[in-house]
């Protein structure tokens, strides 16, 4: 079933809509069997079972078909990545859910081999373990990342401007005002940034936004927390591997801000500043540095 754990943690999120229901959902499933997440940003259900509960819930639940555990499995994968491909064009099947208690079924209705084909996935609220490796720690290492692209972002933006001077002081001038722009000045961006712009980005909704624009993100972190659990795993530290999955992303992303040219293959985005004790808000012997080369350039 290890497989299984490892397969769901680098699946996408995608956002479906059955009903009155908004849910966020990410499953992969194999010859052996499935592991499912779902959640309505309030909840989170999980379920995972192997060929032995295919073949019983599908005798249960499809008296008419004999087929092996694998064909049930072949069929569920096309039918739920059509679905989560285009939740507004799902093919033949019908989809719904139904809250029991705290479980969420979700129900699907199809034909396979031209008779009704019927399946329940059964899901069971997901342990904080679960919710804490799906959820919790990519978020926080997607949020790390993000930090870093913008100390980036922001030393670039000041080189610029140190570049326009340069331009500036040798005598260029701009061919058309409307290209002009002031000198970035950090303090007075965040300040606008949270009068302005805080409310709109931090508006999750339904989750859609998520969906729509941070999935290579997650996708990179969470690859990341695999990769650092098998380096733990080939090593033989089984304390340490056990938890490499929750620990790996966020640790991988702080040594890569304190160690001077780290980089991040399956991170998008640019390389990360070299020391994480200056802020954004804290260059000025880093800047002094970047003045003197560019001097050095035009001199």
Known sequence: MEELEQGLLMQPWAWLQLAENSLLVKVYITRQGYALLVSDLQQVWHEQVDTSVISQRAKELNKRLTAPPEAFLCHLDDLLRLLLKDASCPGTATFSCDHVAEALILRVRSELSGLPFYWN?????????????????PLMGMSLALQCQV????????????????????????????????????????????????????SVGDGRPFVTNLQSMY?????????????????????????AFSWGTDNQLLNQLEEPGSSTPSL?????????????????????????KLRGLFS
């Open 268 to 292: 998008p985005g640019p390389e990360t500043e070299p020391t994480v004790s200056s802020g954004p808000m804290q260059r000025p012997q880093l800047l002094k540095v970047k003045r003197k």
């Open 121 to 137: 996935f059964h899901c069971i609220l997901a342990s904080p373990s679960l919710v804490s490796q799906h959820l919790i720690r």
């Open 151 to 202: 100390r980036d972002l922001t030393t670039l933006l000041h080189m610029k401007d140190l570049e326009i001077q340069d331009y500036q002081e040798s005598g260029a001038t701009l061919s058309r005002d409307r290209l002009k722009t002031e000198p970035f000045e950090e303090n007075s961006f965040l300040k606008r940034f949270m009068v302005e712009k805080l409310p709109e980005a931090c």
């Open 219 to 243: 996708m990179a972190v969470t690859r990341q927390a695999i990769q650092v659990g098998q380096k733990h795993h080939d090593a033989g530290d089984p304390q340490t591997s056990s938890s």
